[in-house]
């Protein structure tokens, strides 16, 4: 179970969801965490419960002090960066793109697309000089398919994959892989923002879309980013993992509710906010 002794790692959006269940499991095999996020009582609390091995550090994802300050804060009292996990996001504006204000858009895009940019300039910054280090950022299935998320969100995770690409390709001569996972359904609180309800009820409704008939947890997702910051996918970068049941491959039922969504709503984890 030490398989990240002596890793460093960033997880932005950490104090929840699949942010909270990456740091715990690298907590458990070895690693030390910066949890940086924006809910402050639900990072702290995150931090004091894994103890010396971690660190709440309040970062905003769109403000590029705060990603710096984050990376910074990891080095200084963590040890040399070896990973950063670009997991903060909203599931924004939603509804049709013929209602959908140009504000709402800015929003999502400045969270999904200019917090996952941040994050890996900055983490690349830090690894370069020990010429060592992954990144992996959180795109979706609505990253590589269509109508499977709203349209600002859709866009704002193909992005995810491009920069990944285009990245790796700049930092591997550097010994810096640079990956993306990309999520089908999960049960988290951004999921349940979408309308399902509780954790049950999510759970349920992820169920009865799955293909293999179970619903996907954050702890499912946390494995795959834990396999792509590991050395055991050394040899993978500018990769997209998909996690999703077989979704994006064979298909399977609802519509997703986004599209009944008022457009002038943002979707937060948990939460609305008016457009």
Do not use: W
């Not at 910074?72 to 990973?83: C, R």
């Not at 999904?112 to 910054?125: E, Q």
């Not at 690409?165 to 993306?180: D, F, M, Q, T």
């Not at 970068?237 to 994006?248: E, F, N, P, R, Y």
């Amino acid at each position: 179970m030490d398989r990240f002794r002596d890793h460093c790692v960033v997880v932005t959006g950490g104090a929840s969801g699949i942010g909270a269940a990456t740091a715990r499991a690298l907590v458990a095999e070895g690693g030390r965490v910066v949890i940086a996020d924006l809910q402050e009582e639900a990072g702290r609390a995150l931090a004091q419960e894994l103890g010396q091995s971690a660190l709440f550090c309040r970062t905003d994802v769109t403000v590029e002090d705060d990603i710096a300050g984050a990376v910074a804060a990891a080095q200084k009292k963590l040890g040399p960066l070896t990973g950063m996990v670009n997991n903060a996001g909203v599931v924004g504006a939603v509804g049709s793109i013929m209602q959908t204000s140009a504000d709402a858009f800015d929003r999502t895009m400045a969270i999904l697309s200019r917090g996952v940019f941040l994050g890996i300039k900055h983490a690349a910054r830090a690894m370069r000089p020990h010429r060592r280090g992954c990144i992996v950022s959180l795109s979706s299935t609505a990253g590589v398919m269509g109508g499977l998320g709203p349209h600002v969100y859709t866009m704002a995770k193909h992005g995810v994959v491009g920069i990944t690409k285009s990245a790796a390709a700049e930092l591997a001569p550097l010994g810096i892989r640079v990956n993306a996972i990309a999520p089908g359904g999960t049960v988290t609180p951004m999921t349940r923002a979408l309308g399902a309800g509780d954790v049950e009820s999510t759970a349920a409704f992820i169920a009865s879309n799955s293909p293999l008939g179970i619903s996907c947890e954050p702890e499912d997702i946390a494995r795959g980013i834990l396999y792509l910051l590991s050395d055991d996918a050394r040899q993978v970068t500018g990769h997209t993992l998909v996690v999703d049941a077989g979704v994006t491959t064979s298909g399977s039922g609802e519509r997703p509710p986004f599209y009944e969504q008022a457009a002038t709503t943002m979707l937060h984890a948990g939460r609305t906010e008016a457009g």
